[in-house]
Nanobody, 120 residues
Framework: QVQLVESGGGLVQAGGSLRLSCAAS????????MAWYRQAPGKQRELVAT???????NYKDSVKGRFTISRDNAKNTVYLQINSLKPEDTAVYYC??????????????WGQGTQVTVSS
């Protein structure tokens, strides 16, 4: 069993910054790729950023230059640093991890989501 616990969301004014965290725990042998998604009201969930096990990031075009994804493999944690927040960034942010468990099962796991609200 694997659990992802997210934190760091909140209410901020436009132009501010947030750092989201998502820590994985449980019967983990290896965490492969990790990712952040977001879902705004009335919209489909969209992929925001991905990161490989070696730390290579990729981003949705609209967030390049403002968002930074990183990971700490020793802590089984992925981060999303969000700078220059815009009202359009308001959404529930979810982390996702591709996990190989100790019994060598491989599956994707989701965090519970953390709310980011940006006021103008």
């Amino acid at each position: 069993q694997v659990q992802l616990v997210e934190s760091g969301g909140g209410l901020v004014q436009a132009g501010g910054s947030l750092r989201l965290s998502c820590a994985a725990s449980g019967s983990i042998f290896r965490i492969n790729a990790m990712a952040w998604y977001r879902q705004a009201p009335g919209k489909q969930r969209e992929l925001v950023a991905t990161i490989t096990i070696n730390g290579r990031p990729n981003y949705k075009d609209s967030v390049k230059g403002r968002f930074t994804i990183s990971r700490d493999n020793a802590k089984n944690t992925v981060y999303l640093q969000i700078n220059s927040l815009k009202p359009e960034d308001t959404a529930v942010y979810y982390c996702n991890a591709d996990v190989s468990t100790m019994d060598l099962r491989r599956d994707a796991y989701w965090g519970q989501g953390t709310q980011v609200t940006v006021s103008s």
